[in-house]
Nanobody
Framework: QVQLVESGGGSVQAGGSLRLSCLAS????????MGWFRQAPGKEREGVAA????????RYFDPVRGRFTISQDNAKNTVYLQLNSLKPEDTAMYYC????????????????????WGQGTQVTVSS
């Protein structure tokens, strides 16, 4: 069974950086979409970044483009999200998600496209 375990969240001041990790198990993840989503209190969950594991094509939510970077280490079955130039509005619970294997090399940031979810890691940015 697929399991996703996030780590790396924490509290930083505005302008700081964090690196989130998502350790995936239970599948080969050869041609899946792996995504990072976030949800702030009182707000809907939104897709932040996604990567197609076979080839590494990426997609980003416009407000984080240029500040966040998604990457993968296939040997470690781990997906990372580097968060730079953090802003207070980035404060949220961040979730890792995985799709079932799919054909095609581009991933969406719609949560209904993802089948497996981690428990989340909290990111708090103070001004």
């Amino acid at each position: 069974q697929v399991q996703l375990v996030e780590s790396g969240g924490g509290s930083v001041q505005a302008g700081g950086s964090l690196r989130l990790s998502c350790l995936a198990s239970g599948d080969s993840f050869d041609n899946n979409c792996m995504g990072w989503f976030r949800q702030a209190p009182g707000k809907e969950r939104e897709g932040v970044a996604a990567i197609y594991t076979d080839g590494g094509n990426t997609r980003y939510f416009d407000p984080v483009r240029g500040r966040f970077t998604i990457s993968q280490d296939n040997a470690k079955n781990t997906v990372y999200l580097q968060l730079n130039s953090l802003k207070p509005e980035d404060t949220a619970m961040y979730y890792c998600a995985a799709s079932t294997p799919q054909i095609g090399s581009w991933c969406d940031l719609d949560d209904f496209e993802y089948n497996y979810w981690g428990q989340g890691t909290q990111v708090t940015v103070s001004s």
